[in-house]
């Protein structure tokens, strides 16, 4: 299986942006579907964003569009997430997956989590 690891997360201000990096090694993230996840405390996790293998097909939860973008990089075998205009309620840990199914929503459908990154909005 791929081995994930996020990192770019941190403290920001209600307003501010962030970039979210999830880096992949041993297979390369060209065979799966790739999602970011977010889970706050005492919140279900929930789907961010899904880029599908050959990025070219993205989805969003309702909450974060238009202001997050989620991106792949084969060559560096990475996969981001552009955070703009961000919101106290976007404060969560943020995780990174891997899926050979595009569905965002069902969560067994997804692996390889990594150990998530956290991201705190100050308002």
């Known amino acids: 299986q791929v081995q994930l690891v996020e990192s770019g997360g941190g403290l920001v201000q209600a307003g501010g942006s962030l970039r979210l990096s999830c880096a992949a090694s041993?297979?390369?993230?060209?065979?799966?579907?790739m999602g970011w996840f977010r889970q706050a405390p005492g919140k279900e996790r929930e789907a961010v964003a899904v880029i599908n293998q050959v990025g070219d097909f993205t989805y969003y939860a309702e909450s974060v569009k238009g202001r997050f973008t989620v991106s792949r990089d084969s060559a560096m075998n990475t996969v981001y997430l552009q955070m703009n205009s961000l919101k106290a309620e976007d404060t969560a840990v943020y995780l990174c997956?891997?899926?050979?199914?595009?569905?965002?929503?069902?969560?067994?459908?997804?692996?390889?989590w990594g150990q998530g990154t956290q991201v705190t909005v100050s308002s």
């Open positions: 041993g297979r390369t993230i060209s065979n799966y579907h």
């Open positions: 997956a891997a899926s050979s199914v595009f569905r965002p929503g069902l969560d067994q459908a997804w692996h390889s």
